[in-house]
């Protein structure tokens, strides 16, 4: 760890402090990697030198990633094909759900996202499962509770992808609500686990300190300065609400970006069908009979009215809400 000028430090060295930019728009964490973007923001407060730790600096080929992120509707084709080869949907799950583990912690205690992996993860495990129908009834079989976190953003991931599909969206309009529904709740690995796993309704001050990680998670997809701003907005908005009873902001109809009401629509539902170790989740149709009355008003009703006509396909699931969950 050693305090560098501003002119001696380079991409991929890991922040050692908390920085706020001078309007205190922008808060950037210890075990922040510096980019190229944020070592223009440095510049620009007029920063003269930080704390980093030099040793675990990194080299953050950005060309590398940006090609990866480019070819990937080259390589959705041969994804396709490679999915005929995985195990069953059920095992599939599992172990992707051990890899976003890894991804998560490395968000946690490193500081940044790991590109790679969510990318590979995406394009090769989750994506081309979007053109079948069996992920989305395997979303509604029997359900891990001890993972939660990684279950749920899994999930997200799959609900938003098949909203996307079943309402005509593009190929990479439905890629990147895949990846947003992935990360909405990334923010997530900066609240301790005693908060997240509380099985009483929050605190005010605890219930602040959550709510903040529609920030958090925005600030570490942004740091890789390569995520798509839609997916970016889809992840600060996704506890926004149509009549504005959201948060963080409050913003209302059409300020809502489009990704964020379809995030939040699956965002709610899963959490709604969830089984937690202190509860068991509402069958299908009772989550959408919630999300449409006793939510009334706050979710995108077309979106809403698209996931309500696949679940009134299932067959009979069932499986006590807690609706302050909703908010976090
Ligand atoms: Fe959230």
Same mark, same amino acid.
Not at 11 to 27: A, K, R, Y
Not at 79 to 89: D, G, I, V
Not at 176 to 182: E, H, I, K, S, V
């Given at each position: 760890?050693?305090?560098?000028?501003?002119?001696?430090?380079?991409?991929?060295?890991?922040?050692?402090?908390?920085?706020?930019?001078?309007?205190?728009?922008?808060?950037?964490?210890?075990?922040?990697?510096?980019?190229?973007?944020?070592?223009?923001?440095?510049?620009?407060?007029?920063?003269?030198?930080?704390?980093?730790?030099?040793?675990?600096?990194?080299?953050?080929?950005?060309?590398?990633?940006?090609?990866?992120?480019?070819?990937?509707?080259?390589s959705l084709t041969d994804s396709a094909s490679m999915e005929t080869?995985?195990?069953?949907?059920?095992?599939?799950?599992?172990?992707?759900?051990?890899?976003?583990?890894?991804?998560?912690?490395?968000?946690?205690?490193?500081?940044?996202?790991? +590109?790679?992996?969510?990318?590979?993860?995406?394009?090769?495990?989750?994506y081309p499962r +979007?053109s079948?129908?069996?992920?989305?009834?395997?979303?509604?079989?029997?359900?891990?509770?001890?993972?939660?976190?990684?279950?749920?953003?899994?999930?997200?991931?799959?609900?938003?992808?098949?909203?996307?599909?079943?309402?005509?969206?593009?190929?990479?309009?439905?890629?990147?609500?895949?990846?947003?529904? +992935?990360?909405?709740?990334?923010?997530?690995?900066?609240?301790?686990?005693?908060?997240?796993?509380?099985?009483?309704?929050?605190?005010?001050?605890?219930?602040?300190?959550?709510?903040?990680?529609?920030?958090?998670?925005?600030?570490?997809?942004?740091?890789?300065?390569?995520?798509?701003?839609?997916?970016?907005?889809?992840?600060?908005?996704?506890?926004?609400?149509?009549?504005?009873?959201?948060?963080?902001?409050?913003?209302?109809?059409?300020?809502?970006?489009?990704?964020?009401?379809?995030?939040?629509?699956?965002?709610?539902?899963?959490?709604?069908?969830?089984?937690?170790?202190?509860?068991?989740?509402?069958?299908?149709?009772?989550?959408?009979?919630?999300?449409?009355?006793?939510?009334?008003?706050?979710?995108?009703?077309?979106?809403?009215?698209?996931?309500?006509?696949?679940?009134?396909? +299932?067959?009979?699931?069932?499986?006590?809400?807690?609706?302050?969950?909703?908010?976090?």
């Amino acid at each position: 760890m050693s305090y560098l000028q501003l002119s001696e430090i380079k991409f991929g060295m890991t922040l050692n402090q908390v920085l706020v930019s001078p309007n205190g728009n922008m808060i950037l964490g210890q075990g922040t990697v510096i980019n190229e973007y944020l070592l223009s923001c440095l510049k620009e407060w007029n920063m003269k030198g930080i704390d980093v730790i030099e040793e675990t600096a990194i080299e953050i080929n950005l060309a590398e990633i940006e090609k990866v992120i480019s070819d990937i509707g080259v390589s959705l084709t041969d994804s396709a094909s490679m999915e005929t080869h995985l195990q069953s949907a059920a095992q599939m799950h599992s172990e992707i759900e051990t890899e976003l583990k890894g991804i998560f912690l490395r968000a946690k205690y490193q500081g940044r996202i790991p +590109l790679d992996p969510i990318i590979s993860l995406v394009n090769m495990r989750i994506y081309p499962r +979007l053109s079948r129908g069996d992920s989305f009834t395997q979303l509604h079989t029997d359900r891990v509770t001890e993972n939660y976190l990684y279950r749920h953003a899994l999930d997200v991931a799959f609900l938003s992808g098949y909203l996307g599909r079943w309402l005509g969206y593009e190929d990479n309009e439905v890629w990147n609500l895949t990846l947003a529904g +992935l990360l909405h709740d990334i923010g997530k690995t900066r609240i301790t686990f005693e908060m997240l796993s509380k099985p009483n309704k929050l605190n005010l001050e605890e219930f602040n300190i959550a709510k903040f990680h529609v920030h958090y998670g925005c600030q570490l997809l942004a740091q890789t300065g390569i995520i798509p701003n839609v997916v970016l907005d889809a992840v600060l908005q996704h506890h926004e609400r149509m009549d504005g009873s959201g948060h963080p902001y409050g913003i209302s109809g059409t300020e809502v970006s489009t990704l964020a009401r379809i995030v939040a629509v699956a965002d709610v539902y899963d959490t709604l069908i969830s089984n937690r170790y202190y509860r068991r989740g509402v069958s299908p149709k009772e989550a959408i009979q919630i999300m449409k009355f006793q939510m009334e008003g706050q979710l995108d009703t077309h979106v809403l009215a698209c996931l309500s006509e696949s679940v009134l396909k +299932l067959d009979g699931i069932n499986r006590m809400p807690m609706l302050h969950e909703l908010a976090m």
